[in-house]
């Protein structure tokens, strides 16, 4: 699976923005999906993640009822979509997927295997 981020911009506190992932290859839809976030000097840290059927989510604590993480199998698409953005929501954000989790939905870099580009999400206050 290959993937590609996009949408990331400057938005002012409070604004919104809905990041894309495009996936590329037949499996997209058997692939547990996530989007990841790191700052420079920071470890990566997961932000959102949905199963491949979209049937269970998860968010970090930190963005919950901020955020909504959905994906479109049809497409091959992934999105987040990000409403009243803080500052502290500026970060390079990634988009992953992951193969095999029968003990539930991942939420650990380790266990995502393909990775896209970032997308710059930059948050004025």
């Known amino acids: 699976v290959q993937l590609q981020a996009s949408g990331g911009g400057l938005v002012q506190s409070g604004g919104s923005l809905r990041l894309s992932c495009a996936a590329s290859?037949?499996?997209?839809?058997?692939?547990?999906m996530g989007w990841f976030r790191q700052d420079p000097g920071k470890e990566r840290e997961v932000v959102a993640a949905?199963?491949?059927?979209?049937?269970?989510?998860y968010y970090a604590d930190s963005v919950k009822g901020r955020f909504t993480i959905s994906r479109d199998n049809a497409k091959n698409a992934l999105y987040l979509q990000m409403n009243s953005l803080k500052p502290e929501d500026t970060a390079t954000y990634y988009c992953?997927?992951?193969?095999?989790?029968?003990?539930?939905?991942?939420?650990?870099?380790?266990?995502?295997?393909?990775w896209g580009r970032g997308t710059l999400v930059t948050v004025s206050s």
């Open positions: 290859g037949r499996s997209f839809s058997r692939h547990d």
């Open positions: 992953a997927a992951s193969w095999g989790n029968p003990q539930g939905i991942p939420t650990a870099s380790l266990q995502y295997s393909y």
């Open positions: 949905i199963t491949w059927n979209s049937t269970t989510t």
